[in-house]
């Protein structure tokens, strides 16, 4: 399907809002009944009082679009902030050939769509060159940006995997160009950066990595900056799990996630992960002076307390997916089931948060994501070594990407099932056989560490990564809703056999079996009355839009996406929504609300306009 111009389905929208609320599986039809007698015909009334207008909710118009990078797009615009007061988009760019900060004047947008969305370029940009160490540690690439006022914080990790991270800050965003103030020093591989709404302080969660042959493997951590009376202090404060490292039992229990080499030998070093160095903080989100951080790779939440800096975790459960349709297969086709017995990890990215009736509430965007880590193996003639990979522990070797040190991730057909299991088809034949079609979740990407719950080699259940949705938990970690298959479903009406697409070449159907569009990008944000999310798909790249009001009476609102999904066909407009930002209507440049999206594959910024219907 070419597409002329971006897809917005407001029409569909509507339609399918109103069929989401009902259940996916129709009875039969029962006998008509009797016809009732005629009633009564009522008295006359008076003229009623003309009605208020009712709220439609709202649509998405692309307005905005810069190229970043064209000749190297790939992870040229990843996180995206907006800075009111000079109506300027900071992009972090990846792809530059230095550490940069793209500035992006958005200040002649109108309200007008674009009349070619697929290739617009109607904004300018503008680098701002980031430095290279920071107390002379050299630096890697920035990973996130944040603003408040005339404040922006760069999170920058450090080149080496043994050294800790730094936040960048600059001042002065109302001038031509920002000003670097200082660098503090935060944890290893800050992810993502945060000011709260104070602005008086800064947080970021920090990854902490392994090497690619866990010879080097951080700590997890959280770290806090204050600002005092309007300056960044020099010293951060560091919050850690180390409390948590004779926990991790208590915390499986309550659905958590470790995987990891413990008790191998992997490149001449026996490998023991505490569950400190297992956790991995990937996104913040802080309400009423609390702070709600994912733990994506452990299915879990981090809770901080800023009054005190006190931590608690939260496991996040599993998904039953036996409630739901899913597409499994990558067959080419649309090709939904339910099936007992399989489960999917949330494993959530990003995170937002909102309020109601006074009550926090957190968004999640539940992407999914399986640890694989790999390292050289090199022979006399600086090659990778099969031989050599094999001989230093590692699990499998792959030409291209080296030694396998560590993957929990498998495909179904791969495991052996417990002959009570409901998922038994799936097991026998030549794991290694293409053409193995025992079971339409054959080839469905799973984890091997979950599923065998007598730990007797079987399996009575599968794990898959990621929800497939996004989630709305409340302060407590109790889910309040979840889109179930919403995403899949309204892609699967829309687009037929091109949803789930890839991100980076056009194949229909081509993630069914592998984490399916893959929820990441989100953001929250109040348009009149209303507070709508708006969730982006880093493969199959639509938007999607719900009124998240009441987050116990949750509604699908719209769905776009500006990308040409033909088979086979060159890749066109954006792919692979990253980071994404809300302009509130009086920020913006227009007058109307804003949603910003930095999109990772094709190095492209758009700029979306919220409008009501």
Known sequence: MKLGKQISYTAIAIALSTALTGCFLDGDEGAPGPVGEQGAVGASGSDGADGQNASAGVYLELIGRAQLNPSNPLGAAEIVQFHAASKMIYAINSAATQPTVEMIDASSLTNEAVSNPLTADNMTASPLVLPTSANNIPLASPTSVAIHDDWMAVAVPAAAKANNGFVLFYNGLNATTPVFVKAVEVGNLPDMVTFNAQGNKVLTANEGEPSGDYGVDPEGSISIINLVDNVPADVAIALTFSAYNDKQAELEAMGMHFPNPTGRTINGKLINTTVAQDLEPEYITISNNIAYVTLQENNGLAIVDLSDNSLTIKGLGFKDWSK??????EDGTVSFGQYQDVYGIYMPDTIASFTWKGAS????????????YFFATLNEAGEQDEDLCIAAGGQDFDSDDGCLAFTEETQARR?????SSNLEMIAGGDPRNSDFTAH????????KVLGDQDKDGTYEAIYAYGARSFTIWDSNGMAVFDSGDDLERITASIHGNAFNNENDENTGDGRSANKGPEPEALAVGQVGDHTYAFIGTERMSGIFVYDITNPYDTKFVDYVINRDVTEGGDLMGDLGPEGMAFVAANDSPTGEPLVIIGNEISGTVAV?????K
Not at 324 to 329: A, E, T
Not at 365 to 372: L, Q
Not at 415 to 419: I, M, N, Q, V
Not at 608 to 612: C, E, G
């Open 324 to 329: 739901y349709q899913l597409d499994g297969m």
């Open 361 to 372: 509430f957190v968004i999640t965007a539940n992407e999914g994501d399986a640890r694989e």
């Open 415 to 419: 495991l052996d099932y417990a002959p």
């Open 440 to 447: 339409p979740l054959g080839r469905l990407t799973v984890s």
């Open 608 to 612: 979306w306009q919220v409008k009501a």
